[in-house]
């Protein structure tokens, strides 16, 4: 309790500090500005978070309230989870949720759609060149899609939906494989065999977010979106400056790897050896 309560109060300190901003950001809203304020603050009591100092926290939060997503972490929008550095110390990343991500889509003229394929759906895929023949009928009745372990034993991958401004729709299926090979460049995601912290809670979520921000990297979106959904990987770039040139923007958000769409037992399987591009259509 002695250690909690002086961290708190620098986090108070700290946002006091930053409260025009915040107020000018959300419209000079006095009550957001006070909640989202007072959820800043609360970040520094996190139990996950004691090994970043409140500096990185407040900083992190703040990222969120600048891309514009809510702070709180019940909203499921980000959050701000600890990344850890070479020399052994931690740091405060962000994390994009899903909902962040439907939300910072909204925003800049896309819809997004995530859906979630597990090994007791009836799923199939068909290479079709630009217009892919997708068939899914989940199967409600044996998902346990609120429980993080049996997420992480049952995914096959996730569908992910994109309609621009002009109603133009693109698709892709990206294989859990993909998935997980996205998952454990976090740092705060060492093991491979079970999932740890913010993915164990919020498994599905997740798994979703990481799908929907990798197809994104590959789609026209405007700068506005693309730097706020790069935002993730301030702290990787920030470690590697030293080491090597700086990535550019497209590179941090994309990865350089094609995507393996092999699924697993009880669906049919397509054939996705090569890599697929995206679906284009006029309408869903």
């Known amino acids: 309790m ?27 809203d006095k009550a957001k500005a006070s909640i989202f304020a007072s959820a800043i603050a609360n970040m520094a009591n996190d139990y996950g978070l004691k090994n970043c100092s409140v500096e990185s926290i407040v900083n992190t939060a703040m990222q969120i309230v600048q891309i514009g997503l809510n702070p709180n972490k019940l909203f499921g929008q980000a959050y701000v989870v600890p990344f850890k550095l070479k020399n052994g110390g931690e740091t405060a990343q962000l994390q994009i949720g899903y909902k962040g991500l439907i939300s910072l889509g909204m ?57 621009d401004s002009n109603d ?47 197809v994104a990297s590959r789609l026209p979106i405007n700068d506005r979106l693309a730097e706020a959904v790069s935002a993730e990987d301030e702290p990787i770039t920030k470690q590697e400056a030293s080491q090597a040139p700086k990535a550019g923007l497209n590179e941090l958000l994309s990865s350089t790897e094609k995507p393996n769409s092999s699924v697993g037992a009880k669906i049919h399987k397509p054939n996705t050896s090569k890599p697929r591009p995206l679906k284009l259509k006029s309408q869903l």
């Open 2 to 28: 002695n250690q909690i309560q002086p961290r708190e109060q620098q986090a108070r300190a700290l946002v006091g500090s930053k409260m025009n901003q915040i107020s000018t950001i959300v419209g000079n």
């Open 107 to 163: 925003k800049n003229g896309w819809k997004f759609r995530a859906v979630a394929v597990y090994d007791c759906d009836d799923f199939s895929l068909e290479f079709n060149g630009l217009d892919d023949k997708i068939h899914f009928a989940p199967n409600y009745d044996e998902r346990s899609d609120d429980d993080g372990d049996w997420v992480f034993s049952h995914l096959v991958g996730v569908i992910v939906y994109a309609k």
């Open 168 to 214: 133009n729709v693109f698709s892709e299926f990206v294989s859990k494989k993909k998935l997980e090979k996205l998952r454990l460049k976090s740092q705060n995601q060492s093991k491979k065999d079970k999932l740890e912290y913010i993915w164990l809670d919020w498994a599905e979520e997740m798994y979703k977010a990481k799908a929907l921000k990798y």
